[in-house]
């Protein structure tokens, strides 16, 4: 058995200096493509299940047992971690399934607001051995922490680290969730900063939206966990239109999400090997 915790992965990460790849499952196929990426690379993968992914399914508990369950059969380390979670009840639920870690979501609260519920959740976490990621942002648009202009202030981040008692700290630094365009330009000075303000890792949102050569100098200026979904998701999608688009009859949908898999898999494997600091392969 090969699940453990994020915190195994991450720490490992930011002492070596590299970067660690956080992918969010949508579903079943997913978390195989992704554990199948882990297996391509030879490296470990944090698999994440947002709160938007356990309301999609109804619920957290489906998509988590099967989740979990794959990262259990796996070749590779694998954690399995609850990503933007802003419901307390979810992250009760989560430690109950299994999961090594998980992260609360505040961002969007008055700071006070953030702090407490966050040490609260925290505490409660950590009373089960669970590793804690939060998130440090302020009242605004739908991205919250990471809305284009918002970023986030070194001393402030001490603070709520040293307030809240969590163990990684997502932080604003250019990044926007949901972009389809690799344009978003990253404060790399500011980066650094945080990670030498902060005793905990720094966790990159909204990855999807950053060029190959910006998340690689983001990692080397301080940045350890590397959160992906929109970009994966457009490999995953693109080869189903494909498959669809050759073959008007097709129904079976195990013949155009197998191939589906296996492109997020090359591409998440591809991810992987970069957040890690490693050389690209030769093309062949």
């Known amino acids: 058995m090969t699940l453990v915790s994020a915190r195994d992965l991450v720490s490992a990460a930011s002492a070596a200096g590299t970067g ?81 870690s998980v992260m609360f979501d505040g961002g969007a609260l008055p700071y006070d607001d953030n702090v407490a519920l966050t040490a609260a959740v925290a505490a409660h976490a950590h009373e089960a051995g669970v ?23 070194p001393e402030e981040a001490r603070a709520f680290v040293a307030a809240t008692g969590v163990d990684a700290l997502a932080v604003a630094v250019g990044s926007s969730h949901a972009m389809t365009d690799r344009t978003a330009s990253l404060d790399l000075d500011l980066i650094g900063r945080l990670h030498e303000a902060l005793p905990v890792p720094l966790v990159l949102h909204g990855s999807s939206g950053v060029a190959d050569t910006v998340i690689a100098d983001a990692v080397r200026a301080g940045m350890t966990k590397i959160n992906v979904s929109t970009h994966l998701n457009g490999f995953f999608t693109r080869a189903v239109r494909d498959k669809l688009d050759a073959d008007e009859r097709l129904v079976d949908s195990r013949k155009y999400l197998a191939p589906a898999r296996e492109a997020l898999a090359e591409e998440a494997a591809r991810m992987l090997r970069l957040f890690a600091l490693q050389p690209a392969e030769p093309v062949s």
């Open 131 to 153: 590793y804690v990621e939060g998130e440090l942002g302020e009242v605004g648009g739908k991205d919250g922490a990471h809305a284009p202009g918002v970023r986030t202030d």
């Open 20 to 100: 660690i790849g956080a992918f969010n499952v949508i579903h079943l196929e997913t978390a195989e493509g992704l554990v199948r990426a882990a297996a391509l690379a030879q490296l470990p993968v944090i698999l994440q299940i947002s709160q938007n992914c356990a309301d999609y399914h109804g619920g957290l508990e489906p998509i988590a047992l099967a989740t979990l369950a794959v990262a259990r059969r796996a070749q590779t380390p694998v954690a399995v971690h609850l990503d933007h979670a802003e419901r307390p009840e979810l992250v009760d639920e989560a430690i109950a399934l299994g999961f090594g």
